[in-house]
């Protein structure tokens, strides 16, 4: 019995469900963890890292064919994907290593096979029934298509088809313009690829500030890379050399390929979640801020609880459910405190509310913004990177909200997210120093201005 | 010493650090009844934690 | 008369001066500023600035040197030093630019020439006498040389003449393993040249932790800098192909260059702060945490007052003391505060307490510490760069020491140094999200780890 009967059982070891079992197991829970693929799901295997290798490649990549500019004699004479696919997968490899050791040296029980939901408390693994005290869903995400829209594989493809590509497409038209859509647009352009994105709404990652959307489209087009924004998709035909993108109006774009980045919904189907009563909407599992459902003793995270679709998230929600379960008390984080970073080139990195969301909170004459240009700021010169911090705060109140844009500016989410979720004002953080010359000075700098003080900027 | 007025918002703000304040705020203590033990009136963690709480229970330290 | 009395008079316009010049004006005040050079001082033409422009090209061959590791093909061809002058400069000028504008628009009067106390209020330039209400000496610091060894700006250097170096030196004997010996080090391996530091301490950067300073020994020695700690220098002889230099004991090193980075001295011999009787400490002006100095309405800001000699915390004095000078109250930062970044390959950074000073401060038992290893952290991983984050804290206290080892750590330190000022205990950090892949994750870990809930760290 003891071996299939557990304190906690987890469904699913993406970023939602390995934080939680590990941090379960830390408590002392015994922990049994069931995964169909390889531990570490999504983000670790088709997601945040194996794109972020691509992005560093791409960033390899622009650094040489730059070169010049910084008195550095070097030539960039192309992309040799066997090796990036290799540099990928050793980077993959080695915190797959890490975490599976991990698993094993925190004595979970780690069960491998597909699982579904058979009784409230019961998940069965080939035939096998597993029970917990507790039961924790975190089945994930996929990426999702538009009616109509066949995915090949060859020719129209989604992110995991995109990672594992042998060679640089000529051309690619990316449909979507969120996140996923324009971290590929931005290594494809890095790579030498003629790129076209494609998005209904009628900005790139919509989601974040208006300022930021601007900026990276303008950074984009610099680059080479169209954006067809406030353009619904109309079909896509596969031909002999490529496909061909009819957008709504008639209008035609040819390319190589494809990449369908419309968005990732909840791996919830089939897994005998509706057939036990648990709540859900859309697909998605409905939890409270503690990750539970309407299910006593059973308890969803990560992608299929409505709200940010982000590994961090999931990592949040795991410690926070295992912490619950244990019966601490631990703090939940609103989804507005969560950092976000696009990882493109330039780089865009928010946490709190934009500015319309702000304004929509409190009234537009109780919201106050200030945007500081990194031209004033030395170390964004050094890297010949463009942008602005653009604060967004309540009139003599906390700042509320920070965007960002610029190369490498999402290490600096770091101290944006503490500034907010601590709520400090402008003259909390103003008096304190930042070292020069670092690009993180441009947070002080628009503290400073906020205050009141600006140092390096007109004002 | 005695305050017979609660302080100001602004005042508050200025005698306790943000992470103390956010502790303030998750344990629903109003820090304007607090009397700030630190130099120059510094409201601390200490008298934070020491001040009737309507959520009483700290989250353990855990090892 | 308007135009010689001021109510702010400064003497200086690095970044002390400039800083203390903006602000003033900012508070409404008549503020003349001495300048004998250019605005801006050592930091923007000859320190901060071109160094970390020299660490960016350098940064840039080193990753086209590697680029077949990351699947890119490129070709590192060598240096071109000439370019990187040009791209030091453009950064420079570019800036230089920026705050000439902004001291302009600031309607501060400039005068240019050198600058003499000539009384308790009075600076004299080139026959002038000019008056303050307040006086506000900054006239910064100098490259000091060691007893019987002469800079000869050919042979035997010192940083100004490093940053003007039309070649690439095939060999070079670095006195000094201190913040400047170490980045110029590290610039000119990654151009390709033999380094060897000499230094009499028993370690690099000695005011840091001893594990940074090990870490950085450490990576210097796998990128093939020799560093030879705890050795005396006991002198060195111009020859016809370079410089023979002599280590206590008798050793011998020969090299094309011997770069002097002994200190930095203030500058603050024959101006007249003796004779209108400033109190002074073996050259530098004693000034209390409000930055006045012993004669009323006199301050002193920046390198010329002892303690960190760093851009920033000139900034800050300069700051600090218009505010004051103004009737405002501001808040000083003490010392420990103040970030500290050095921009080697890897970066080290820190803030606050030492391991050591903090047992020296609070007693063994009362300290705790943990160090998070970058190999637990996917996006250095994906960078490629080894080192950690350190945590020094009171047990059941703050965290009072915050210190980091990797490439591109120094942007780590805007968070560390909140973390820091704020006096933020583990339990603080621990439950607020860091985005995933970034490498201030580390940073979250590290207080997840002090908190006692390691996510992604064994333990
Ligand atoms: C291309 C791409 C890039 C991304 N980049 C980032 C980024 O940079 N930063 C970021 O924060 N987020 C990023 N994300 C999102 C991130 O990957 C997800 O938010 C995160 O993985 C969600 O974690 P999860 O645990 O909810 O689900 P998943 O990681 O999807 O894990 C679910 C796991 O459950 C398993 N599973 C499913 N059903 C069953 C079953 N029936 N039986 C057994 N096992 C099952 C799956 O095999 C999988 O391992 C990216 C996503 C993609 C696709
Ligand atoms: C190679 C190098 C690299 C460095 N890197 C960094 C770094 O990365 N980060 C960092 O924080 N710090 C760095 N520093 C240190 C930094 O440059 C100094 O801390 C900073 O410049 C000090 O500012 P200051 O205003 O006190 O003096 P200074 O910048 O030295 O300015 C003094 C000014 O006064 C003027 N002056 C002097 N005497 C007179 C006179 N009699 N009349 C008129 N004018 C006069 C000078 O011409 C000068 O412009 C570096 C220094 C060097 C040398």
Same sequence: chains 1, 3.
Wanted: proline share 5%; glycine share 14%.
């Amino acid at each position: 019995m003891a071996d299939t009967d557990f304190d906690v059982l987890v469904l699913g070891a993406g970023s939602g469900g390995y934080a939680c079992a590990l941090r379960a197991a830390q408590l002392g829970l015994r922990v049994g963890l069931v995964e169909k693929d390889r531990l570490g799901g999504t983000c670790l295997h088709i997601g945040c890292i194996p794109t972020k290798a691509l992005l560093h490649a791409a960033e390899v990549a622009d650094s040489a064919r730059e070169a010049g500019q910084f008195g550095v004699r070097a030539s960039f004479e192309g992309i040799d994907m066997p090796g990036v696919l290799a540099y990928q997968d050793g980077v993959v490899n080695r915190l797959f290593k890490g975490l599976t050791g991990l698993v094993r040296s925190r004595g979970i029980t780690v069960i491998e096979g597909a699982g579904r939901l058979t009784g409230p408390r019961e998940v069965t693994v080939d035939g096998t029934a597993y029970t917990g005290r507790s039961v924790v869903l975190a089945t994930g995400s996929y990426s999702r298509t538009l009616p109509g829209l066949e995915i090949d594989g060859e020719r129209v493809i989604t992110s995991e088809h995109a990672l594992r590509l042998d060679h640089v497409p000529s051309s690619v038209v990316v449909l979507g313009g969120g996140v996923i859509g324009c971290e590929f647009a931005s290594v494809w352009r890095s790579f030498g690829a003629e790129v076209t994105i494609v998005e209904a709404l009628p900005r790139l990652i919509a989601g974040e500030d208006a300022a930021s959307s601007a900026a990276l489209e303008r950074a984009f087009r610099k680059r080479g890379i169209t954006s067809r924004t406030g353009t619904p998709f109309s079909e896509a035909k596969v031909t002999d050399h490529g496909v061909v993108v009819t957008l709504e109006g008639g209008e035609t774009i040819e390319a190589e390929l494809l990449l369908v980045a419309v968005g990732r919904g909840p791996r919830t189907a089939d897994l005998g979640y509706e057939e036990q009563g648990i709540a859900m909407e859309r697909g998605f599992v409905l939890a409270d801020d503690r990750g539970r459902t309407n299910l006593e003793g059973v308890y969803a995270v990560g992608d299929i609880v409505p709200g940010l679709q982000l590994a961090h998230r999931g990592f949040a929600h795991g410690i926070l459910v295992a912490e619950q379960i244990a019966g601490l008390d631990p703090r939940p984080v609103p989804d507005s405190g969560i950092p976000r970073v696009t990882y493109t080139h330039p780089e865009v990195a928010s946490v709190g509310l934009t500015e319309a969301a702000a304004i929509e909170a409190y009234g537009a004459e109780a919201v106050q913004t200030v945007t500081y240009d990194l031209g004033g700021n030395g170390k964004s010169q050094i890297l010949r990177t463009q942008g602005f911090v653009k604060l967004v705060a309540q009139v003599d109140g906390p700042v509320v909200g920070l965007h960002l844009v610029g190369d490498r500016v999402g290490e600096l989410i770091g101290e944006a997210q503490l500034i907010y979720n601590w709520e400090g004002h402008a003259d909390d953080v103003a008096p304190l120093l930042h070292a020069h010359p670092t690009q993180n000075e441009a947070l002080g700098e628009a503290h400073l201005a906020l205050a009141g003080k600006a140092l390096h900027a007109h004002g | 010493p005695d305050r017979a007025e609660p302080l100001s918002p602004a005042a508050v703000r200025v005698l306790a650090k943000p992470p103390v304040r956010k502790l303030a705020k998750d344990l629903g203590v109003d820090l304007a009844t607090l009397i700030g033990s630190g130099p120059g009136g510094v409201i601390t963690r200490a008298d934070v934690e020491g001040a009737p709480s309507p959520h009483r229970a700290m989250p353990e330290r855990y090892a």
